[in-house]
């Protein structure tokens, strides 16, 4: 059984080179750490945040991510795709998620608030009712996901392709309705 670390502050702590230990984090927050290129599968995370931490490039598989928030963090190219999808539930403030995978995940109600979110994918992933607030989708890839509801009206630089994906009730500002028609070649002015 893996042990419980409950209440307690990470701060500055260097996990690349000497890993995080396995075990279920309750209510604990890591300020300023560096996961990046580190391992934390198999860890759970519980009401979990992360404030200004460099997690990029570390491995995800079957870690647990239930109801963690991410602010000021440095997640380039991470692997969602590879958690455990059991309570699984995020947020993130903030953060630069250059080219990170969110395929095949379940994602409702998540909040993307000034995000870099270039590069990112979303192949087959559930973002009903997500928010994508003040963030930053240049050739971020939407394919065969739900949009249902999602919140786009202050994100800029995005191409979705309406055909291809669900988008009933998905809000967007009249301004930058040009992302959706680029296959279309129009030119809107």
Same mark, same amino acid.
């Given at each position: ?16 080179? +000497?890993? !995080? ?24 995370? #519980? ?7 460099? =997690?990029?490039?570390?491995? =995800? ?17 991470? #692997? ?6 059991? =309570? ?18 379940? !994602?409702?109600? %998540? ?11 979303? #192949? ?16 971020? $890839?939407?394919?065969? +996901? ?6 786009? $009206? %202050? ?19 009249? +301004? ?14």
């Amino acid at each position: 059984m893996n042990p419980i670390i409950e209440d307690e502050l990470f701060k500055k702590e260097n996990f690349s080179r +000497s890993p !995080l230990p396995i075990g279920n984090y309750e209510s604990c927050s890591f300020e300023q750490c560096d996961f990046s290129n580190g391992n934390l599968s198999g860890i759970v995370f #519980n009401e979990c945040e992360f404030i200004d931490c460099n =997690l990029s490039n570390a491995t =995800l598989k079957n870690t647990t991510l239930n109801d963690v928030t991410f602010s000021g963090c440095k997640l380039l190219g991470l #692997n969602f795709k590879s958690v455990s999808t059991f =309570l699984m539930r995020f947020n993130f403030t903030n953060c630069n998620l250059q080219m990170a995978q969110f395929d095949f995940l379940t !994602l409702k109600q %998540t909040l993307f608030i000034n995000c870099e979110l270039q590069q990112a994918t979303f #192949n087959e992933t559930d973002l009903s009712q997500a928010e994508f607030d003040e963030c930053n989708l240049l050739e971020t $890839q939407f394919f065969n +996901s739900n949009l249902e509801g999602a919140h786009f $009206q %202050t994100a800029y630089n995005f191409i979705i392709d309406p055909e291809l994906n669900k988008m009933k009730g998905a809000k967007f500002s009249s +301004s930058d309705l040009e992302g959706l028609l680029q296959k279309y070649k129009l030119q809107i002015d």
